[in-house]
């Protein structure tokens, strides 16, 4: 057995992790223990990062269609590369190069990211270069820019530990980023004065937790933060000194927040007066640190919050000293490194800025080309648009699912069918973007990549591979240099000569010489000993912890700059056809667009459907009750999901998780509803809010379905059935065997050819091994089938009362025997066994909700929740949801 070190491949905390791996495969993963992001803890996803290694559903075979109706077949690398080269090269001698592009991921090691970067840059003369960052940092970018004058995370995760205040705004960082909030929860349990004040519209497990929750209106953030900075101006909490010595703007600022008075404030965020002003206090009394996440940046005006809190800040000297930083916590693992190389379309290697001749002569000079491509380049929003007008013709899309994520679906979807070439560059077989692929050519995943990507606190890690590639896949960098020798052969073989992901790293440290984040003191070989943060200039013998602390900035002036930006609401207003605020957000188990996740089937088991969350009142006044079918619309499209109950909500908001798209319910998923409204400069669309409205959906004819086997394939198996019903969520559930689950609604039952087709691909059409039950008048028909004594398939069709608890009996592999009475019986509990086991709260030891609610009913507190049930002792990632639920005291139901 062998063990690599190397880092978590989900969100920018940048978890150190160790692979163990035999016989060419994963067999394990756990926390590395000399990793500082995390000194070897996981979370949950971590935890299951082996299981999703395991996993099938990978692209393994390069594919090409030469015809759009016709499926794509699997050719050789030659041929796929040569064919997408010749294509690239016919649309660019015809149209020229801006109408190709690329649309290229914050999954992708810093040196994938590099090599894109210069190939359209560099190569083809494009700047039509954008990420999934887009959606996710551009804001906390442009604002750390706008305000300190570069992209330079001033603080790190340690600050947690010297911090007397910890502000985190609009991040639910209990879920999103679980093993900073364990940190943040052990340093409050070492230090009870360390205040943490929550902004978030809803009442989160993070915010549970605060000292002081702001359950601010959607899109209020600015007036927040104003209204703050006008306290600590009325209580002198200012610190002049900083602001005279290390600032500029201050008096335009001061002018502008003469008149954002708590009690007005308080008006537009709908919260206490007294409750701005006791964060002001202690945000002004720090040192505080500043969380933040897509509360802010997924903003039409998200630049303004991101400044507006770093001017809190600056006016309060709460920067460059231990404890104190806004530091903005980044999505993806590796937004920070395509950042660094200027992955972006506004945006060139090393923090430079394609506005900025100067930089653009840099970097030609750097790569040894010509010039740079002036133009700014399409943004993702912009570019599929561009694509759908025609402007962009082909398109390059690497390890990222924009028919799932983008805002405005529908017109994504448009896009991607009239572009006349895609190429996807993609891990995984089945993500939403697939079936648009003309050409999908297989990438290695995670365990087989060598590279570095940088977390959120500016900290490079390096990336091993623990395991050969998987069938013909092939590492991300090496795809495109291969393409790129293809598209120009002399150019492409003097750009692009590298044999190694090291020689690519080496050339990106090259052109950071000199700086903000100058990295010509690191090599593969001190990387591989330990991560480091930049800067880390030739030279140094370590990195840099915090920066800002000579209040020197690197702007012009070598001042910080106040941002004075007015209050605005959010883009899309309610009205009494949309009466209700929309949120969309992460929950704790699974990650963006499921590519990975969604392959695991005990990460399906703390939530296992799409669920709009509502609160009481507003239900009420629908008639609706939890558990009821809705239709959430929006000036955009429509989804159809549960409802159900939350106290975490206000009334006249409603929340929907962002993960689930066309591969696991039916329609496109949530971004359906969000709209393409971007923030004026970081061109980050508003993907946290819109106006909707939610009625009950009428679908009287259900079906539910489960079956033991290999998850992809089962998944793949029932997507004509995603497609025909107005209601469909599919999932996994199991822990030692994928069990497929799939609920289903329609307005009226399936043709029975759909049936039978079902049957036959679940193997319920064999008579030997399957007990049937059929009511024809009554439209029921349900099919069990058991082998060698235990249940591995059913379909209840107009009837489905039994399958939660037959969906356990299979999960946990009972004995069929007992229950075969029961099994076409509708009936939500068999006389003979227990109900379905509930949701699972804690998925390390598989601990379920009601059995923990039972012995908090029997006067169990957290202590003895943890000592009995166990449930929050493995990864800690459910710790906040039990304390919430000892807290709010639920008796068992
Ligand atoms: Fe991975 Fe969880 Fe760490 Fe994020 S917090 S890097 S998802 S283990």
Redesign the pocket.
């Given at each position: 057995m062998s063990v690599v070190s190397s880092?978590?491949c989900?969100?920018?905390?940048?978890?150190g992790v160790l692979i163990e791996a035999d016989a060419g495969k994963i067999t394990g993963v756990r926390?590395d223990p000399a990793h500082p992001?995390?000194r070897g803890k996981?979370?949950t996803?971590?935890v299951a990062l082996a299981l999703s290694a395991q996993a099938s559903g990978r692209a393994l075979f390069p594919e090409l269609r030469t015809d759009k109706a016709a499926p794509r077949q699997r050719v050789s690398w030659d041929t796929a590369l040569d064919h997408v080269a010749e294509k690239f090269r016919a649309v660019i001698d015809e149209h020229g190069p801006d109408a190709v592009a690329f649309y290229i991921s914050g999954q992708l090691t810093t040196e994938a990211y590099y090599v894109f970067n210069k190939l359209a840059k560099g190569l083809i003369g494009t700047n039509n270069v954008d990420t999934n960052s887009r959606l996710c940092m551009s804001s906390a970018v442009a604002g750390y820019k706008a305000t300190l004058g570069a992209d330079s995370p001033p603080g790190c995760y340690d600050d947690i530990e010297h911090a007397g205040t910890i502000f985190i705004a609009g991040s639910n960082t209990a879920y999103a980023?679980?093993?900073?909030f364990r940190r943040i929860e052990t340093a409050r349990k070492a230090d009870p004065e360390l205040k943490l004040i929550v902004v978030d519209p809803r009442r989160t497990d993070t915010a549970v937790e605060a000292d002081l929750h702001l359950a601010l209106l959607p899109g209020t953030d600015v007036a927040l933060y104003h209204a703050m900075l006008n306290v600590m101006l009325w209580e002198e909490l200012i610190d002049r000194a900083v602001i005279a010595a290390h600032t500029e703007g201050w008096e335009a600022l001061r002018e502008q927040v003469r008149d954002y008075t708590p009690e007005k404030v308080a008006l537009i965020c709908g919260v206490e007066a007294a409750d701005i002003v006791q964060a002001a206090r202690w945000f002004a009394a720090g040192p505080t640190l500043s969380l933040y996440c897509q509360g802010l940046n997924q903003s039409s005006c998200g630049v303004d919050k991101n400044a507006s809190l770093i001017n809190l800040h600056l006016a309060t000297g709460q920067i460059g000293k231990p404890g104190a930083a806004p530091l903005s916590l980044t999505g993806q693992?590796n937004a920070m490194g395509g950042r660094e190389v200027g992955g972006l379309a506004n945006l060139l290697s090393a923090h430079r800025d394609l506005a900025n001749p100067e930089h653009r002569a840099e970097v030609a000079r750097l790569w040894e080309v010509d010039d740079v491509p002036a133009t700014p380049g399409r943004t993702a929003v912009e570019m599929f648009e561009a694509v759908r007008r025609g402007e962009i013709r082909a398109i390059w899309i690497a390890c990222t699912n924009p028919a799932q994520s983008l805002p405005d679906q529908n017109r994504v979807h448009e896009a991607l069918q009239v572009a006349e070439c895609v190429v996807l560059q993609e891990a995984f077989a089945g993500t939403e973007t697939a079936p648009f692929a003309d050409v999908l050519l297989p990438a290695t995943a995670w365990g087989e990549t060598e590279g570095t990507m940088t977390n959120s606190e500016r900290r490079i890690s390096r990336v091993h591979a623990a395991v050969p590639q998987q069938g013909e896949a092939r590492a991300d960098w090496a795809i495109v240099c291969d393409f790129a020798r293809r598209l120009m052969p002399e150019k492409g073989a003097r750009l692009f000569p590298y044999d190694s992901a090291e020689a690519v790293f080496n050339e990106h440290r090259e052109t950071t010489r000199g700086r903000d984040l100058d990295i010509t003191g690191l090599s593969y070989a001190l990387l591989d000993r330990a991560p480091q943060q930049w800067p880390f200039p030739e030279g140094a013998v370590s990195g840099q912890a915090r920066l800002y602390a000579d209040g020197v900035y690197p702007a012009a002036s070598g001042r910080a700059c106040f941002h004075v930006a007015p209050y605005r609401p959010v883009a899309e207003s309610i009205d009494a056809r949309y009466p209700l605020h929309l949120n969309t957000g992460r929950l704790r188990d699974q990650?963006h667009a499921m590519s990975r996740t969604g392959r695991v089937a005990r990460l399906f088991a703390h939530a296992d459907t799409p669920v709009l969350s509502m609160n009481a009142r507003d239900l009420e006044l629908r008639r609706l009750k939890g558990g009821d079918l809705v239709r959430v619309k929006s000036r955009r499209g429509e989804v159809v999901v549960v409802a159900e109950v939350s106290d975490s909500l206000r009334p006249g908001q409603c929340f929907l998780p962002m993960h689930w798209g066309g591969r696991f319910m039916s329609g496109l998923g949530a971004n359906t509803l969000t709209l393409p409204v971007l923030d004026a400069v970081s061109k980050q669309p508003e993907l946290k809010h819109a106006a909707v409205q939610v009625v009950k959906a009428e679908l009287p004819w259900r079906m539910a379905v489960l079956a033991v086997g290999d998850g992809a394939k089962l998944l793949d198996a029932v997507q004509p059935l995603l497609r025909t019903c107005d209601y469909a969520a599919a999932g996994l559930a199991g822990r030692d065997q994928d069990v497929l689950t799939l609920r289903l609604a329609h307005s009226q039952p399936l043709p029975d050819s759909m049936l039978a087709a079902l049957d036959a691909a679940l193997g319920l059409d064999d008579s030997l091994a399957v007990m049937y039950y059929q009511d024809s008048p009554h439209g029921i028909s349900k099919r069990v089938r058991v082998d060698d004594g235990k249940v591995t398939a059913a379909r209840l069709t107009g009837e489905t009362a039994a399958f939660d608890w037959l969906r356990d009996v299979i999960v946990e592999g009972a004995a069929a025997a007992p229950l075969r009475t029961w099994m076409l019986a509708p009936v939500t509990r068999p006389p003979a066994g227990g109900a379905g086991r509930g949701r699972i709260v804690c998925n390390c030891l598989n601990v379920a909700e009601p059995d923990i609610v039972a012995a908090i009913a029997a006067g169990a507190g957290l202590a003895v929740l943890l000592s009995e049930l166990k449930c929050g002792t493995e990864c800690g990632s459910c710790v906040p949801e039990l304390k919430r639920m000892v807290a709010s005291n639920r008796v068992a139901v």
């Open positions: 880092v978590c989900y969100c920018g905390i940048g978890c926390g992001a995390n996981l979370c996803k971590g980023h679980p093993i900073l693992p990650w």
